[in-house]
């Protein structure tokens, strides 16, 4: 599970760590691992790229979030700090930074403080195994998907501990909501994912993106006719819920239940669970992009005049490019969409999506047996 | 190499003891949720042994299942139990000696049956990581061949679909007799 992508940068440094090494007095030479300190220089520079690539895009969505959803309901927005406002970011995290970090009276100190370091874990771990082009890599790992899964489940966990341990009846009773919600759709996000590693043969991502090589119309929305398309409809809907977002956002439901599993969290801690959101849903939309919209791939149509102009393009802006999109959609979700009842909630996912996944896998089954799979 | 020692074995002692420290915890501490929160930790560390086994599979479907499952589901039980944390748990003397005794004893069994096993004298870098890799894992399932598993497979997901699809129902007779 060591980041095993070839990359130039990694050569470089198994090539010349035990060059520098050498330099050392001779009488130490044989007790020094040049090798594994090479190793832990890769992953040094693998965890701050993962922390970078992970944090860089979140003042990007938050801005985009309050313009899109300003603009959805005729508002402007933030206009007043810098230009159009780009500025407000900045000025919310000082606010945040600045903010004392303290716990409730009565609540469990250790795990209210654990909570908030748990949430990050799974989004920053996912974004390990996402291709964003072909060597900007960690690691292709060949369990990918199912590594996914797993992440997401630390996603739950520090959301029930949050809620509990604030000692605060409406964080707890949110806390619950939530985690029922989760669990419900973490079954119809895993059998999606599943549909997927079956049509590509592979639950390595960066074979399902090889997989998508091509024209357009091979990604795996449109490569599977229809069957791709409900798919990714199907996706989007139970990955909001995942997410926690809006119209699936019961678990912190304002009007209900006044902030929801982090209302008694403030400043850094209360700042972790938000950064959290916003990783994940950037991590999702990678997910969405590497397993429907052919990852790094460019969209090309045919013509090799307008091929080759795509193709210049480099692979991470394509990426990136989908990836926004992506956002787009579950932004434009949250503002078009109404909040539905805990019940109707639950009713959703284990009468409706949950039938309609099992088809979608038995449908998917018969597209490979017929060779229904465009070429 | 430190000292002719594998970086293997130094990272397999580490979360050893973290591990046996974690085991500890989860069974004497006072508060049961943060005794679930240790199970999770020590859960954690068997995923990271069966990394260092190079059965990648395996520790993804142990974290996937335990941590995402099995736990969330103790915890969840947990949260709705009321007062929690303010009647502590307590065992008799004689109860105590009872659980130190059968736990020496499966000590014992078990380190009869570990020394004797000679696999365990190999080093685990010397195995090839293909031998668990997903696609290995999946073939030798599907093999109808003496060694696969493929009647075990079939029996077991027909069960698992009927108690889905068997929940479904439920769920939609309920809904039914509210009418």
Redesign the interface.
């Known amino acids: ?1 060591l980041p095993s992508v070839t990359h130039p940068i990694g050569d470089f440094v198994r090539e010349n760590v035990p060059n520098v090494l050498g330099y050392l007095p001779d009488f130490i030479q044989p ?1 020094i ?1 040049s090798a ?1 300190i090479a190793t832990l220089i890769n992953i040094i520079i693998c965890m701050v790229a993962i922390a970078v690539v992970g944090i860089a895009p979140v003042p990007v969505l938050i801005y985009m979030e309050r313009k899109v959803c300003a603009h959805i309901q005729c508002r402007l927005g933030p206009m007043r700090l810098g230009p159009h406002g780009v500025l407000q970011l900045v000025a919310d995290i000082a606010k945040l930074l600045f903010k004392e970090v303290y716990a409730p009276k009565g609540a ?1 100190k ?2 209210f403080y ?1 909570a908030p370091i748990f949430v990050l874990t799974a989004p920053f771990l996912n974004l390990c195994v996402i291709p964003f082009d072909k060597n900007l890599q960690v690691a292709d ?3 990918a998907i ?2 996914i ?6 996603g ?2 520090s959301t ?2 949050g809620g ?1 341990a604030s000692n605060n009846k409406y964080s ?1 009773i949110s ?2 909501r939530s ?2 919600q989760i ?1 419900s759709y ?1 079954i119809s996000f895993a059998m999606i994912l599943l549909l997927v590693v079956m049509l590509a043969g592979s ?1 390595s991502l960066g074979e399902i993106t090889a997989s998508q090589s091509g024209h357009f119309w091979d990604w795996w929305i449109f490569k599977a006719p229809v069957l791709g398309l409900l798919a990714f409809i199907m996706f989007l809907v139970s990955s909001t819920a995942e997410l926690n977002r809006a119209p699936f956002d019961i678990a912190e439901a304002e009007q209900e239940l006044t902030g929801g599993f982090h209302t008694e969290y403030n400043g850094m801690a209360f700042a972790m669970f938000y950064l959290a959101e916003y990783i994940n849903l950037f991590t999702t939309s990678c997910i969405a992009t590497v397993c429907f919209l052919g990852g790094y791939h460019a969209p090309t149509i045919g013509i090799l005049a307008i091929d080759n102009i795509l193709n210049f393009v480099p692979g991470i802006v394509w990426f990136l490019g989908k990836t926004f999109f992506v956002v787009w959609i579950y932004m434009m979700f949250r503002w078009t969409f109404v909040r539905p009842r805990v019940d109707q909630l639950m ?1 959703l996912e ?2 409706f999506l ?2 309609v996944n ?1 088809l979608l896998l038995i449908f998917g089954v018969v597209f490979l047996a017929f060779g229904w799979i465009l070429p | 190499m430190i000292l002719n020692i594998p970086f293997s074995d130094i990272v397999f002692y580490f979360v050893a003891v973290f591990m046996v420290l974690l085991s500890i915890a989860a069974v004497s501490s006072k508060n049961v949720l943060r005794s679930a929160i240790f199970l999770i930790a020590s859960f954690l560390g068997t995923a990271i042994l069966y990394l260092l086994l190079k059965a990648e599979f395996m520790a993804m479907a142990q974290i996937m299942l335990y941590v995402g499952g099995v736990v969330v589901f103790i915890i969840f039980a947990i949260l709705l139990t009321s007062h929690l944390g303010e009647n502590k748990l307590s065992t008799p003397i004689s109860q105590k000696f009872l659980a130190v005794f059968l736990a020496l004893t499966l000590l014992g069994v078990m380190a009869k049956f570990l020394f004797n096993t000679k696999e365990l004298s190999e080093s685990i870098t010397q195995k090839s990581p293909e031998a668990s890799s997903l696609i290995a894992y999946g073939e030798r399932l599907l093999s109808y061949a003496p060694n696969g598993f493929v009647l075990p497979f079939e029996i077991i997901s027909i069960l698992l679909f009927m108690t889905l699809v068997v929940a479904i129902t439920i769920a939609k007779k309920d809904n039914k007799e509210e009418k």
């Open positions: 599970m007790y691992p594994e469990d250790f795990l654990l790992l060949s369990v199912p590594f899964l797993a992440m997401n489940g630390f739950i966990l029930l501990l509990w707890l806390s619950l985690g029922a669990i973490e639950a009713a284990w009468k949950l039938p099992l």
